[in-house]
């Protein structure tokens, strides 16, 4: 029972990220579009949904099955921005495909390297983010940290695994070059997400 519930806070936390998605999609503005993305971030660390970005980030502080949880949570924010994704593409609104079918073409005609790259800096901000929100004492600063790095990520155009997926869905563009796109995409994220917990680590060892 517990890991089922995991598994539906996981597929929660995909469909707040889906419905950050939505409204970056909607807006004319790409700076408007990446502050109201946050409203995705900040329900997951409100409300404690599981979000691969911020899982990964403690895999070394954690045991070896740590490892099993943030697979199970990857596969639940897919099926959670799947089910935001083309639910969408069944309203109304599904015109919000098209701007994000641009937005895919243009990752997709990207190189892996190039790919790599922008998901590290990506999990680095969302690490200082949710670790930010899970540390910071001060009530403010929790929520300031997740503004800025949600919104740095996206102008800068850094590449989210989660917020792929649902990009994804929504266009309806998933192939086998998709899949291994996102497969590098989560894996650059996961570098990204362990790089100041290391670096704090081997600072407390020092």
């Known amino acids: 029972m517990k890991k089922l519930a995991s598994f539906l806070y996981s597929i929660l936390g995909g469909a707040c990220i889906g419905i950050g998605g939505t409204v970056f999609l909607s807006c004319e503005n790409k700076v408007t579009g990446a502050v109201f993305f946050c409203l995705g971030l900040f329900a997951i660390c409100t409300f404690g949904f599981n979000l691969f970005t911020g899982k990964v980030g403690y895999v070394f502080e954690q045991p070896l099955?740590?490892?099993?949880?943030?697979?199970?949570?990857?596969?639940?924010?897919?099926?959670?921005?799947?089910?935001?994704?083309?639910?969408?593409?069944?309203?109304?609104?599904?015109?919000?495909?098209?701007?994000?079918?641009?937005?895919?073409?243009?990752?997709?005609?990207?190189?892996?390297?190039?790919?790599?790259?922008?998901?590290?800096?990506?999990?680095?901000?969302?690490?200082?983010?949710v670790d930010g929100f899970k540390n910071n004492s001060h009530e403010v600063g929790k929520y300031i940290g997740i503004f800025l790095g949600v919104i740095v990520f996206i102008l800068c155009g850094f590449e989210h695994c989660v917020a792929n997926m649902y990009y994804f869905s929504v266009a309806n563009v998933w192939s086998g070059k998709a899949l291994l796109y996102l497969l590098v995409m989560s894996v650059g994220n996961a570098c990204g997400g362990v790089i100041i917990p290391l670096c704090r680590k081997l600072k407390e060892q020092a």
């Not at 309203?91 to 790599?116: M, P, V, Y």
Request: glycine letters at 10%.
């Open 65 to 129: 099955a740590y490892t099993g949880f943030v697979l199970s949570v990857w596969l639940g924010n897919l099926v959670g921005t799947g089910l935001v994704g083309y639910a969408v593409r069944a309203t109304r609104i599904a015109g919000i495909a098209e701007k994000a079918a641009t937005i895919c073409q243009a990752k997709l005609d990207d190189n892996l390297l190039s790919i790599f790259i922008l998901s590290i800096f990506c999990n680095i901000l969302m690490f200082i983010a």
